[in-house]
């Protein structure tokens, strides 16, 4: 079994930055995926981010075409931890984020919520003026 605990968010303008990070314990995860997913209310979960083990040390990673160029992810496998750099953001960014895990996603599967097996709490972030 796997817990995650996102960072606390919070509240930012449009343009400032903001960072997310989650903790994973209960086991190591190094193979697993890690990512993000993002919702709004009335809305379902749309899908932010991920990394993907390939093999060794290496990773992929991908983004969500409505964050590519303003997001980065990075993970620290040492400290079993991803995080997610926010910047340029904008008011359509205002969500309660997720941090999300699981053995078996692939890229085919990475965008759909329901392979995830992990989630953590969420943590709300909102960007206004």
């Known amino acids: 079994q796997v817990q995650l605990v996102e960072s606390e968010g919070g509240s930012v303008q449009p343009g400032g930055s903001l960072s997310l990070s989650c903790a994973a314990s209960g086991r190591t995860v190094s193979r697993h995926a890690m990512g993000w997913f993002r919702q709004v209310p009335g809305k379902e979960r749309e899908f932010v981010s991920v990394?993907?083990?390939?093999?060794?040390?290496?990773?992929?990673?991908y983004y969500a075409d409505y964050v590519k160029g303003r997001f980065t992810i990075s993970r620290d496998n040492a400290k079993n931890t991803v995080t997610l750099r926010m910047n340029s953001l904008k008011p359509e960014d205002t969500a309660v984020y997720y941090c999300?895990?699981?053995?078996?996603?692939?890229?085919?599967?990475?965008?759909?919520?329901?392979?995830?097996?992990?989630w953590g709490q969420g943590t709300q972030v909102t960007v206004s003026s």
């Open positions: 990394t993907i083990w390939s093999s060794g040390s290496v990773y992929y990673v």
């Open positions: 999300v895990a699981d053995p078996g996603v692939s890229i085919a599967t990475m965008r759909r919520p329901d392979r995830y097996e992990y």
